[in-house]
């Protein structure tokens, strides 16, 4: 068996690789080489088996469908309008939910706060009603603050205070009955109001739901002239 | 759809422009493609694979592939292209194997003894000694293929079954052309080996006496 080389050049010179002057220098060496001359014989019978291999067909057609590569339909651009206008008004909706849910909260001020501005705290709560309810809430918790709104009803060891000034008495608790009164009144308005009114959510809505059918039947219509 | 294409009709056509409106999405035109080369891909996988079904799971795969790829086609040998994406999922077939070894099923006699020479091997226009003949040197060929490295496999593969040329084979294997000689005398010399053994089982007309012309 020759070198590794010469079995390469002799490889290459069957297929017609080497060069006129490869060539050349080759064939005088197979005549002169009777080893050289075999391992070519050698290598051309290998050759000349695997080309005499029968070709085997392919058992089944593989054309491809649009489905196995993925592609999809081309739509027309007014596909793109509708679809993201959906998605916009879904979007647009989930935040209008957020905002009704969250801007009465955070319009009102900290309970704390309220509470501990003393006499102030009966103005503020005619425009923060949650601040009051807190406020209210607070009040059992911490008797020596003062308690505008609870003051319609003393304690009994004041008794007696309260009977000297018995004439003042009765106009000062309707009055105060009376600012309470409008307060809940206000606070109920408020509460009755919510951030972004209902007739937007249902426009919205209605966006979404045209905008979403209309994109829908463009690509079924789409789907169908591809098909 | 698939019955619409027809086999040999890219002859009639130029098979860059049909390449070109591939390239732009069209999927008619790449199915021309894949009739007129189906059954080079199927062979080539198949006498890498050495099984018929991971064989045109493989041809199936290289076909995806190469439509999804073809717009990184830069010219040059299409079937050059082509038979790269082929090696590369015969590459990955064979991996999967190596990771999950699994039994090969052997259709079998009505005796329930596994047949040498499978039926679905023959061509239905041969003679029974001729099918015989043809079987014998199949197996025997294929079974030297199989004792190749890989990548020696697939060089001898495109080199001498498919036809080839170096430059060709090169591109499908993205290795140096001097890679190929080498990879290819070697292969050739142990497959000359290999054959050597068979020879007594090799009819007459296969004996390795070698061709008249180079």
Redesign the interface.
Known sequence: MKN?KD??Q????????LNLSDSARLESRISSDPELASNL??????????????????????????K??G?RPPVPQSYSFFRFSSAFATILLVFTFAANSLAPRLSSPAPGFAIGMGGGGAPEATEAPAATEAAAEMLPAAPSLEMPLAATEPPAANADLFATEAPLAPESTMLKEAETESALQDQARVKQEPFVPVTWQLSLLVIILISALIAFIINQNAKKKWS | ??GD?KAGKIESMDESSLIQTAQN?D?DS??TL??HY??A???TA?RILSD?DSA?DA??EA??SA??SISSFRGGSFKAWLMRTVTNACYDELRRQKRRPTTPLEPETSDGEEMDSPKWLA?PNMTPAEKSE?DE??HA?QHCLNALPTDFRTV?VM???Q?M??SEVAVAVHVPLGTI??R???A??R??EC?RSFEELLPSS?R????SN?
Do not use: C, W
């Open positions: 590794f079995i390469e002799l490889s290459a010179y069957l297929d017609g690789q014989n050698d290598i051309r019978a290998a050759r000349g088996i695997l080309r005499k291999l029968p070709a085997r067909k392919a058992p089944r057609n593989f054309t491809l469908t649009r196995m590569v592609l | 759809m698939t294409y999405g999927l790449f199915n894949i009739l189906q059954d891909v199927f062979h198949l018929e045109e041809a199936q076909f995806i439509f999804r061509d043809a040197l199949e060929i001898v080199a001498d079954i036809g040329d170096y000689k080498s290819l005398a070697r050739r010399l497959l000359r054959l296969f390795l006496e070698g061709e180079p």
